[in-house]
């Protein structure tokens, strides 16, 4: 059984999902940090044959980097977001997150998609505390 398009493809999505430039540079003169598009990348590539929990152990260490770059460390996020392709791996990636945010739960909302950029399973976005 097909099941239907909830969306029509947008000018970003018709080149598929190897499009991967439509993110932010930079955040403006703010105590906050916007830290979007964390896909799950070792060496400039995509993992995407990793499974979802392991796509998502690749996007929170790489936050983690960005974080470290801005002298902060996870205790300063205060607000994720976080995009996957399948909710059957909701549970599982749950428990990956837990083990980065073991003290500090921050808010978080988690987004069922049909596509990421790049054929990723997983991906997030963060708002981070620079005070």
Same mark, same amino acid.
């Given at each position: 059984?097909?099941?239907?398009?909830?969306?029509?493809?947008?000018?970003?999505?018709?080149?598929?999902?190897?499009?991967?430039?439509?993110?932010?540079?930079?955040?403006?003169?703010?105590?906050?940090?916007?830290?979007e598009?964390?896909?799950?990348?070792?060496?400039?590539?995509?993992q995407?044959?990793? $499974?979802?929990?392991?796509?998502m152990? &690749?996007?929170?260490t790489?936050?983690?980097?960005t974080l %470290?770059?801005?002298?902060? !460390?996870?205790d300063a996020v205060?607000?994720?977001?976080?995009y996957?392709?399948?909710?059957?791996?909701?549970?599982?990636?749950?428990?990956?997150?837990?083990?980065?945010?073991?003290d500090?739960y921050?808010?978080? $909302?988690?987004?069922g998609?049909?596509? &990421?950029?790049?054929?990723a399973?997983?991906?997030?976005? %963060?708002?981070?505390?620079? !005070?």
């Open positions: 059984m097909t099941v239907p398009r909830a969306s029509n493809p947008t000018r970003r999505q018709r080149d598929g999902t190897a499009f991967v430039g439509g993110f932010g540079k930079t955040t403006g003169d703010s105590d906050l940090l916007f830290v598009g964390q896909l799950p990348k070792r060496d400039g590539e995509i995407r044959h990793l $499974t979802a929990p392991e796509q152990e &690749l996007c929170l790489t936050l983690e980097s %470290a770059a801005h002298g902060r !460390e996870l205060l607000q994720v977001t976080i996957i392709t399948d909710m059957d791996s909701y549970d599982e990636i749950n428990a990956v997150y837990e083990q980065h945010f073991q500090t921050p808010a978080r $909302t988690t987004v998609v049909c596509d &990421l950029l790049g054929g399973s997983a991906t997030l976005d %963060a708002v981070v505390a620079l !005070e």
